[in-house]
């Protein structure tokens, strides 16, 4: 081959041959060469060829997938393998990790951690919910029954929750789920050099949490509509950002960047724009369903439909 080819004008089944050659993580670092390579990386016979010959033939114990594998694609097999594999990279770690059973007399509904320091956890029964707050290096260490650093109680069960931690401030919302949905808005601040949890705020009517950023909070449920919508929890302001009830169904994920908010829809990614002190919709994009399973980097989706 002259110096001067790039190695992508080889024919594709030569690439894909190479790849074959190579172990996972050498997969992930080729595959960030280029977009050809990337897309190449994603062939499902390549996910299949490795599920057979590192995880069938290579005795990993890893219980066997619910269904029959051909009727996964290449994502799904590609997270099967990358799970698998990093579930046996954990089980031959020679030291033993260390567990700390935290009894709770309720479910535990939600778990944070926050700052790499301290373990956020709620749980609920029927009618209530407590919130606890936990020192983990604390929780490491300790030889008697852990003790939590604060508590909170709640009138409701918690569904799920948000947390947005800065560099002086600590502010979370929790969804809570009683006689009408509400959205409780709670932060840890310091009394005297001990963390305690203090209550700022109650949003009545609103469900389905999307986001928590300073003094915006995303829902996708306002007074039982699916609108997506914009509340400033200090204030109880709402915008909007459809003006009447969406029939495609509501947001799946929402994400909020400097003057612009994204809102995930089964079909679509809408991204809006602060404008005169309203949010415009200023961009719609389709989504594929596999898409949807990329979610968890809305944000970098999201930053890359705006700036087309």
């Not at 057979?52 to 997270?79: M, S």
């Not at 929750?161 to 009408?180: H, K, S, W, Y």
């Not at 495609?248 to 079909?267: C, F, L």
Request: aromatic content about 6%.
């Amino acid at each position: 081959m002259s110096p001067s080819k790039h190695l992508t004008s080889l024919p594709d089944d030569i690439l894909l041959y190479l790849l074959l050659r190579l172990d996972v993580p050498s997969i992930f670092r080729f595959r960030q060469t280029c977009r050809d390579i990337y897309l190449l990386s994603q062939a499902k016979l390549l996910w299949m060829h490795l599920y057979t010959n590192q995880i069938v033939e290579g005795k990993i114990p890893f219980a066997p997938y619910w269904d029959h594998l051909n009727h996964l694609d290449a994502l799904h097999l590609e997270t099967l393998v990358v799970h698998a594999l990093r579930l046996e990279r954990r089980l031959c770690m020679s030291e033993t990790p260390v567990v700390v059973p935290l009894t709770q007399k309720r479910s535990i509904t939600w778990v944070q951690l926050v700052r790499s320091e301290w373990l956020l956890v709620a749980s609920s029964d029927a009618g209530t919910s407590v919130i606890t707050l936990w020192s983990i290096p604390h929780l490491l260490s300790a030889c008697d029954t852990p003790v939590p650093l604060a508590e909170a109680f709640l009138s409701a069960p918690v569904k799920t929750g948000c947390i947005d931690a800065q560099a002086n401030t600590v502010i979370f919302a929790l969804e809570l789920r009683g006689r009408i949905d509400s959205i409780e808005i709670l932060s840890i601040v310091d009394d005297n050099g001990s963390p305690r949890i203090c209550r700022l705020q109650t949003l009545d009517n609103m469900a389905h949490i999307r986001f928590l950023k300073d003094e915006s909070i995303g829902v996708s449920l306002v007074n039982n509509l699916n609108i997506p919508s914009i509340v400033n929890w200090r204030d109880g302001s709402v915008k909007n950002l459809r003006p009447g009830p969406d029939l495609e169904g509501g947001a799946i994920a929402m994400h909020m960047g400097e003057g612009w908010v994204s809102v995930v829809r089964m079909t679509v990614i809408e991204i809006y724009v602060l404008q005169d002190n309203e949010y415009q919709c200023w961009s719609t994009q389709g989504l594929s369903s596999c898409s949807l399973r990329c979610l968890p980097r809305l944000r970098v989706i999201s930053e890359s439909v705006y700036h087309l």
